[in-house]
């Protein structure tokens, strides 16, 4: 596997997982945004205080690394997609993806509702098939965090239905990603940092 060309920092402090040689495609076609992504996975730490005050729509998570990436040219995105059929367009856009970058999509599932993920998983297929994009990126939480949530008595606002690593896993071996060459990343324990 190509996740050795990740640093040993991210490789001991995410659980990473990777399907057709997306860290090579990263590295070697897209290495711009390789090294962002390098970047915000090694300046992301777990605040305490995002998990115990209500972050509102978007959790501090997703605006932690969202704003690291916009600061960095890369943008929301919704593709404007069409199918024609004789003389009769219909359109089809996709979801919005929420970095995006010189064909390299990423999405932040912190704690959404797990069929989130075959939202994401459906419309990385149907981007790659259609060639607008190259890889996809998924980084999530993994599943030991569970214990820190119950810790600070903030277990039950991340529930078995949320977005986490062990509901990820199985829809992509299952093939939900189908031919597009993805990078999952998994936030753990060791990333959590008491700043309270």
Known sequence: MST????????????????????????VDFPNEWNDILAVLTAFRLNKSWITNSGGSKSQVSKFIDSFL????????????????????IDTPTHRVDCFRNRVALEIEWNNKDPFYDRDLNNFRLLFDLRAISVGVIITRCDDLQDIFNDLGRGSS?????????????????????????LVLGISKSLYVEDE
């Open 4 to 27: 050795e060309l990740l640093p040993e920092f991210i490789r001991q402090n995410y659980e990473v997982h990777e399907w057709k040689h997306a860290c090579a495609i990263l590295k």
């Open 70 to 89: 916009y600061s960095r040219n890369w943008i929301e995105k919704e593709f404007k997609t069409q199918v024609v059929v004789d003389q009769n367009t």
């Open 158 to 182: 991340y529930g078995a239905s949320t977005t986490h690593m062990s509901k990820l896993l199985p829809r992509i071996k299952g093939g939900s990603g189908a031919g597009c060459p993805l």
